[in-house]
């Protein structure tokens, strides 16, 4: 139980065009949807944490009209990198959790964006 | 605010040998811990967990114990396999955010 299920794998895309990354909790109904970035060999970086129905609560440094957060139900999360330039490529990860509190996070398997 | 400390890598061990991970943490409250491992190119996975002091977690063979003490949670395995080479991330959640340590790189030769 508790997949997450993240689209694309991978994704490769021209400078300032934008991409969009899909999240979604296979078997359970995710309140919290939370974003991650992780660099080359570095650990994972929050980046946003979404409610469904509710706007995001972005990160201190994260420009929230760059890396635009969806949470459109209890099972789908979006995170929309807008206008993107090669600084943006990385590894974005989201994660998802049914409860509040102190329970485990469920992580989807990442999506390697690179900005050509 | 809330933290994790763990030890840097790489680890680089033989198979069958003995393995521990570091980590310590800085927390208010009562926070949850947590393992994750990263494969190479995928998302994490959760590898044990344990909730309160004196927790043991514990999930193919390796086995951390939630020391209130110490405020530690640190990662053992008593022999290690070529195939659990990878990132092993330390990691609290004390409301809702989950927060990591920098990871440890482990690399098991044959």
Redesign the interface.
Do not use: D, E
């Given at each position: 139980g508790a997949v997450?299920s993240?689209h694309p794998s991978w994704v490769i895309c021209k400078s300032g065009t934008s991409v969009k990354i899909e999240c979604r909790s296979l078997d359970f109904q995710a309140t919290?949807m939370?974003w991650y970035r992780q660099f080359p060999?570095?650990?994972?970086m929050?980046m946003a944490?979404s409610n469904e129905g509710s706007k995001a609560t972005y990160e201190q440094g994260v420009e929230k009209d760059k890396f635009l957060i969806n949470h459109a139900s209890l099972t789908l999360s979006t995170l929309t990198v807008t206008s993107a330039h090669p600084e943006d490529s990385s590894f974005y990860?989201c994660?998802a959790?049914s409860t509040?509190?102190?329970?485990?996070?469920?992580?989807?398997?990442?999506t390697?964006l690179t900005v050509t | 605010g809330d933290s994790v400390t763990q030890m840097e890598g790489p680890v680089t061990l033989s198979e069958e040998a003995f393995l521990t991970i570091n980590c310590t943490y800085t927390a208010t409250g009562y926070p949850s811990l947590f393992w994750y491992v990263q494969y190479p190119g995928e998302g994490l996975q959760l590898l044990l967990k344990a909730t309160k002091a004196d927790d043991k977690g514990s999930n193919k063979g390796f086995e951390a114990t939630y020391r209130k003490e110490t405020t530690s949670f640190h990662l053992e395995k008593g022999s290690v396999q070529v195939s659990d080479s990878a990132v092993y991330f330390c990691a609290l959640r004390n409301t809702d955010k989950l927060i990591f340590g920098t990871g440890t790189r482990l690399q098991v030769f044959p």
């Open positions: 997450v993240q919290t939370f060999k570095q650990s994972l929050l944490t990860i994660s959790s509040l509190g102190n329970s485990p996070l469920h992580f989807g398997n990442g390697r | -």
